[in-house]
């Protein structure tokens, strides 16, 4: 069997873990520059609050239902994901993280796998303080499925579901829409209904997987046989390494000069080159892009670059210097920049490069330094060594007006207890 374990609304249940005493409340955490609704927890669900929906329409409600809005802490959502990773790895046969906050597990020798799920449950609680839904099946999709229905019905299944017996299986395909099935998409979702008549996964399962090929895509029919108990995701750890890194944010305030532009780039390629090591990956290409906002007056501007380098690599002096040409080029004087950012890609494993004769020789003890950078940042805090270049600090940075302490990552954001 196979499990999925998902933190229930992450990003609010990060905020009070050190703030028990909000609980109760609606809580929402924004997205960079407090823009967006990213997270929210039951009691927001419930006075009507959505997804991405605009922070600055919530102000109403914070006057008169007593809801809070957190800016986006990300030093501590990954530091508390990184704890939720290492508990898993203790307590399942296998484990990998999907993303922040959900971890597959494959529970091969485990005879019962729901016992295995509560006990998970609690010493995730007990040791982390985090609450999770955990979502059991044959396979992937159905076990993603699972874990979408044990956050529904929490009260009947104390976000644990079990779908080991065929007929719970049968039983929430007939109940779930097609839409709430892991790769079904809402547009997908629509066509499916429009086009074939299929609203709930139970006539998605029961549709030829082969026919669905044709009309739609391979996808499509992996999604349909594994619905119907036939693993055809493979869940290791490659199979979910990234195969592009994205970096990018918008501005708190606008900026109009290139040594500002080049401050903010620098930032995002240390960011993207430390995920790019943690991985164990070498890029080939790093992609440079910047413009202005859309809803500003005047021309809008948008351009990008693209640089091929001359050996994969990741060291960030060398994926810095590329970006920085790159940045060199597209850079426009007059128009006000809203956004920048980097893509690597096109990423090779160390066991299977080749030298190339008529290329310039990488840094020398370019891994050895690199490591020691991560190591220390890992032990002191993210930014403690950097380039010179990368201040982490100006006009760029992201605005966040309601963001907590950094808990678990700084000295000065420990919480004081007063007895």
């Not at 990060?14 to 005493?21: C, D, G, N």
């Not at 597990?105 to 955990?134: N, T, Y």
């Not at 929490?154 to 099935?181: F, H, I, M, N, W």
């Not at 091929?308 to 810095?320: A, C, I, K, M, N």
């Amino acid at each position: 069997m196979i499990a999925i374990v998902d933190i229930n609304a992450f990003y609010c249940s990060a905020e009070t873990l050190f703030k028990p005493w909000m609980r109760d409340r609606p809580i929402v955490v924004a997205s960079s520059n407090d823009g967006a609704v990213v997270s929210r927890n039951d009691q927001a669900k419930a006075l009507g609050i959505k997804a991405a929906q605009p922070v600055f329409e919530l102000r109403e409600m914070t006057e008169r239902n007593g809801l809070i809005v957190f800016s986006s802490n990300y030093e501590l959502y990954q530091s508390l994901s990184n704890r939720f990773m290492a508990v898993l790895s203790e307590l399942a046969p296998f484990s990998f993280g999907y993303s922040i906050d959900e971890a597959f597990c494959l529970l091969d020798g485990v005879r019962d796998p729901e016992a295995w799920a509560r006990h998970a449950q609690s010493e995730i609680m007990r040791r982390i303080g985090l609450p999770v839904g955990i979502g059991i099946g044959p396979t992937a999709t159905l076990s993603k499925l699972a874990s979408w229905a044990a956050k529904k019905f929490k009260v009947r299944t104390g976000c644990v579901l079990d779908l080991s017996e065929p007929a719970r299986q049968e039983k929430l395909l007939r109940y779930a829409k097609a839409s709430d099935v892991w790769g079904i998409g809402p547009r997908l979702s629509e066509r499916l209904s429009s086009e074939l008549g299929i609203q709930t996964a139970w006539q998605l399962a029961s549709t030829d997987p082969k026919a669905l090929r044709r009309q739609y895509n391979v996808n499509v029919e992996r999604t349909v046989r594994e619905l119907l108990g036939i693993r055809c995701v493979v869940l290791d750890g490659d199979a979910v390494r990234r195969q592009t890194i994205i970096c990018s944010r918008s501005f708190g305030s606008r900026i109009t000069s290139l040594p500002l532009l080049k401050e903010a780039v620098a930032g995002f390629v240390t960011n993207a080159a430390q995920k790019l090591r943690s991985q164990g990956s070498f890029a080939n290409c790093i992609q440079v892009f910047a413009r202005t906002s859309p809803f500003a007056s005047g021309v809008p501007y948008a351009a990008s670059r693209i640089i091929s380098l001359p050996f994969p690599t990741h060291d960030t002096r060398d994926l810095l210097q590329a970006a920085l040409a790159g940045l060199v080029d597209l850079y426009r004087d007059g128009p006000e920049y809203a956004k920048a950012g980097i893509v690597l890609s096109q990423f090779e494993q160390r066991q299977g490069m080749t030298s190339d004769l008529f290329a310039p020789p990488p840094r020398k003890n370019s891994d050895a330094l690199m490591a020691v950078v991560d190591a220390i940042n890992a032990k002191q805090g993210r930014g403690t060594v950097r380039l010179g270049r990368d201040t982490s600090v100006g006009k760029w940075n992201m605005r966040r007006d309601h963001l907590s302490p950094a808990y678990t990552t700084s000295w000065h954001g420990l919480p004081k207890v007063r007895c």
